[in-house]
C-alpha cells in the first residue's frame, strides 16, 4: 500500500468511525484532492464531510478552529505547506494560543494536513519544509511520519487528539509503498515516539520524513564499507523524543541529524544541543548535521541536485564523521 | 422566530427589559471608568481598551443572543462579557490577573470569554477572529444546530484579509453568522476615512451579495432591532448579513493613548450630545419607564457592584508560577507524549532548573 494510500485509509476510517470528524480543503472533493489524497471520500461522503473550500487559507484554517472549538474534529488541507504561511495567523497566533490564554476553557482539537518536500523542479515557491517553524512553538504538535504505516497509524492518533497537530506529510512520500496493518480501529501510533529504523553501533543518523529513507539508502551503503549506522525516525518533532535520540547517541558515540529543510535554526541545531549536554562524555565528536542548501531552491535540475540532501550528501557527511573519530577506511565518499 | 424581530422592536413595551438595557450600558460605563483608573494604579497591566461611548453598540446586539447563539467580540471586550452576564468580579479579577478571573488570569484584558453562556472571546489580532466566528457558525450547520453566531469587531479590522476572506466564505456557505462591525471612526489613530477605500463600512456586503445596512450605533434601540432582525435571518434562513454601527469611542484606542492628537476636542465634544446612555434615559423617560430616583438609584447599585468586584479581585490570589505550564496542552495524553522530550532540555525547561520557581 502506498503512503497515500495509507493516509486515505486512516482518513476513511476516522470518518466512518466519528461523526464530528469532517475535512475541508481545497480541491478536496470532486477533484480528489491536489495530490489525490482524498480520492473516493466525497462520494462515499458528501460535500458536509468532505468540504471544498476556496483559496483561502487564512478563512478555512480559521473556520477549523472555531469548528474545533465548537467540538468537532476538523481535518484541514492545505495543499502544499508553502501555502501555510498565508495562515500563518491562525496556526500561531490563534490555534496554538486559545488553550492557554483562555485558561485551559476551551481547546483546538484540530489537523491541519499538509505535505512538504522538494524534487520535483517546483522552485523556489513550491520546495521547502517549513515544519521547524511550526515545532518552535508551544501548544502545537508536529508529527512528520516516512512510512505508509506510521502514516496511518500517526494519522488516526493525530485526528483522536485533543489539541492541534500539524500533521507534514512529503510530495516524494506519496508514491513509497509499505505494509500496513489490515484495518483496525484500534491500531494507533502514539505521537511523540521516535523508531529506530534501522539498528546500528558505529554512528547514529537522526533524520524524519522523506529523509529517513535517504539515511536508511546510506546506511546500506555504509554497511558495505563494515560501518553499521543506525536510523532513528524522529516521526514527532514536537513532542520530540529525545530519549530516543540520546539511547542511541550513547550507543554509537557518533550522530549526524539530517533535514530536508536549511539546517540553520534547524532540527540538527536542537538535537544538538540537547545531545551536547545529555551525551558530552559519550561523544567521539561533536555531533554533525546536514541539511537543504541555504538557497531558495532552484530550477535547473544540477542546481535542484546540488540543493537537495541526496544520499551522496548525506554518506559524505557520515563518512567525513567517522574518518574524524579515526575509524580507517571511512573515507569521504562512495567506495 | 419572526416573534424574535417583533420584539426588538418591542422593548419599550416590557418595562423590566428596558430597564434590563439601560442597567448594562449603566455598568458597562461605570466598569471602564473604574478599570481605567484601577490601570493608573498598575493593578491592571498590558494593554486595556474601554469600550466608552460604544455601550448601545455593543450591548444592544448581545441582547438579540439567545441560549443556542454564539458570540465573538475584539479585544475591546469588557462591555461584552459584562452584557452576557459574566460576573463583573470575574471580569475585573481577570483584568486583575487573578485565578479566579473568566480565563483564570491567563488572558487577561483582552482575551475574557465565559463558555457556559457561549461567549468564546475575546480576541487580540485585529481581523483574526473573524474566520473563527465563521467557523463556529460552520459548526452550527454541520450539526443542524438551532443558534446563530454574533461577531463583533472594529472598523480597523474590515481592511484586513481576514475580513474579506471570511465574509466570503459565510456568503457562499450560506452561514448564520452577523458581522457586526464597530464603527468607532478611527483604527487606533487612523479614521476610517483615511484607511477605508469605501468608508460606508456596509456597502462592503454588496461584494458577498450579503446583505449589509448600517444604523445609529448609539441608538440601542436601532442596534437592538438590525440585529434581532438579521440574527433571527440567521438563524432561519442561514443567512449571513454585515451590519454598521456607527459610535465613538471617548476615550483612545487603550489607556495608553490619550486619543488627542487624531482628533479635535470639539470632535470628542460634539460626540457627548449623541452619548448612547443619556439618549437612552430620554427616551425611558419619556415614555414614563423611569424617573430620577429610579436612574440615581440604578447608578447607586451599579457603582456598589463594581465597587465589590473590585475589592473580590483585589483580594483573590494570582495564579502561581507552579501553574505556568498548565493547559499549553489538554489531550489526556499529552505529559506522556511529551516525557521523552525533557532529557538534557534547554535552560529553563529542566525539572532542575526549574526548581527556583518553587
Not at chain 2, 154 to 181: R, S
Not at chain 2, 243 to 258: C, I, K, N, P, Q
Not at chain 2, 322 to 339: M, P, S
Amino acid at each position: 500500500m502506498t503512503y497515500r494510500e495509507a493516509l486515505r485509509r486512516a482518513l476513511d476510517e476516522e470518518l466512518d468511525r466519528d461523526e464530528r470528524v469532517f475535512l475541508m480543503g481545497e480541491e478536496i472533493g470532486r477533484f480528489e484532492g491536489s495530490y489525490k489524497v482524498t480520492a473516493g471520500l466525497w462520494e462515499k461522503y458528501g460535500p458536509k464531510r468532505v468540504r471544498e473550500t476556496p483559496i483561502s487559507e487564512e478563512g478555512f484554517v480559521g473556520a477549523g478552529i472555531g469548528a474545533a472549538m465548537l467540538g468537532l474534529r476538523p481535518v484541514v488541507e492545505i495543499m502544499t505547506i508553502n501555502f501555510i504561511m498565508v495562515a500563518q495567523d491562525m496556526v500561531v497566533n490563534h490555534a496554538a494560543k486559545i488553550r492557554y490564554m483562555f485558561g485551559g476553557k476551551v481547546g483546538v482539537p484540530m489537523v491541519i494536513r499538509t505535505p512538504g518536500g522538494a524534487g520535483a523542479q517546483l522552485t523556489a515557491q513550491h520546495s521547502q519544509s517549513l515544519e521547524v517553524w511550526f515545532a518552535h512553538v508551544p501548544g502545537l504538535k508536529v508529527v512528520a511520519p516516512s512510512s505508509p504505516r506510521d502514516a496511518y497509524g500517526l494519522l488516526k492518533s493525530a485526528i483522536r487528539d485533543d489539541d492541534p497537530v500539524l500533521f507534514v506529510e512529503n510530495l516524494v512520500l506519496y508514491n513509497v509503498t509499505g505494509t500496513i496493518p489490515e484495518p483496525d480501529e484500534d491500531f494507533t501510533l502514539p505521537l511523540g515516539r521516535a523508531h529506530v529504523a534501522r539498528e546500528g553501533t558505529d554512528l547514529t543518523i537522526v533524520a524524519h520524513s522523506y529523509t529517513v529513507r535517504r539515511a536508511l539508502a546510506v546506511a546500506d551503503r555504509l554497511a558495505q564499507s563494515g560501518f553499521q549506522a543506525e536510523v532513528v525516525d524522529l516521526r514527532s518533532l514536537r513532542p520530540l523524543d529525545v530519549d530516543t535520540v540520546v539511547e542511541s547517541v550513547r550507543k554509537t558515540s557518533r550522530v549526524l541529524i539530517a533535514e530536508e529543510g536549511w539546517a540553520t535554526f534547524g532540527i540538527g541545531a536542537e538535537l544538538a544541543a540537547r545531545i551536547g549536554r545529555a551525551c558530552f562524555d559519550d561523544l567521539d565528536a561533536p555531533p554533525e548535521r546536514v541539511g537543504g542548501a541555504e538557497v531558495p531552491m532552484p530550477y535547473a535540475k544540477p542546481l535542484e541536485l546540488a540543493a537537495l540532501v541526496l544520499e551522496d550528501k548525506l554518506e559524505a557527511a557520515a563518512r567525513s564523521l567517522l574518518a574524524e573519530c579515526g575509524l580507517a577506511g571511512a573515507g569521504a565518499g562512495r567506495d | 422566530m419572526a416573534k424574535t424581530a417583533d420584539r426588538a422592536r418591542d422593548v419599550l413595551g416590557d418595562r423590566e427589559h428596558a430597564l434590563r438595557l439601560l442597567r448594562l450600558m449603566v455598568l458597562v460605563r461605570r466598569f471602564e471608568e473604574r478599570a481605567e483608573e484601577q490601570y493608573t494604579r498598575a493593578r491592571i497591566g498590558g494593554y486595556c481598551h474601554l469600550a466608552i461611548g460604544e455601550e448601545a453598540a455593543n450591548v444592544g446586539s448581545i441582547d438579540c443572543l439567545g441560549a443556542d447563539d454564539y458570540l465573538f467580540v475584539s479585544y475591546r471586550d469588557h462591555a461584552a462579557a459584562l452584557a452576557v452576564g459574566s460576573s463583573p468580579a470575574a471580569v475585573m479579577a481577570e483584568l486583575f490577573g487573578k485565578e479566579t478571573g473568566v480565563a483564570r488570569g491567563y488572558g487577561g484584558s483582552m482575551h475574557l470569554l465565559d463558555v457556559d453562556r457561549h461567549f468564546l472571546g475575546g480576541w487580540g489580532i485585529v481581523g483574526g477572529h473573524l474566520p473563527i466566528a465563521v467557523g463556529a457558525a460552520l459548526a452550527l450547520d454541520y450539526q443542524d444546530a438551532p443558534g446563530a453566531v454574533l461577531c463583533q469587531f472594529g472598523d480597523g479590522a474590515t481592511n484586513t484579509g481576514a475580513f474579506h476572506e471570511a465574509l466570503n466564505l459565510a456568503a457562499i456557505w450560506g452561514l448564520p453568522i452577523v458581522f457586526q462591525v464597530i464603527n468607532n471612526l478611527y483604527g487606533m489613530g487612523t479614521s476610517v476615512d483615511q484607511a477605508s477605500a469605501e468608508p460606508e463600512l456596509h456597502k462592503r456586503a454588496c461584494a458577498y451579495r450579503m446583505h449589509g445596512e448600517r444604523v445609529d450605533g448609539n441608538d440601542v434601540l436601532a442596534v437592538r432591532e438590525a440585529a434581532g432582525r438579521l440574527l433571527a435571518r440567521a438563524r432561519e434562513e442561514s443567512e449571513p448579513a454585515l451590519l454598521e454601527t456607527t459610535t465613538y469611542r471617548y476615550r483612545g484606542h487603550s489607556v495608553a493613548d490619550a486619543g488627542k492628537v487624531y482628533r479635535t476636542a470639539d470632535e470628542v465634544d460634539s460626540w457627548r450630545d449623541r452619548d448612547p446612555i443619556t439618549r437612552f434615559v430620554a427616551v425611558l423617560q419619556e415614555h414614563d419607564l423611569l424617573d430620577d430616583e429610579a436612574l440615581d438609584e440604578m447608578r447607586k447599585q451599579v457603582s456598589d457592584e463594581v465597587g465589590e468586584a473590585i475589592r473580590e479581585a483585589a483580594a483573590a490570589p494570582a495564579p502561581g508560577p507552579d501553574e505556568l505550564y498548565d493547559n499549553v496542552y489538554g489531550d489526556e495524553h499529552w505529559r506522556e507524549q511529551f516525557d521523552a522530550m525533557d532529557t538534557a532540555a534547554p535552560f529553563g525547561e529542566r525539572e532542575e532548573t526549574r526548581s527556583w520557581l518553587r
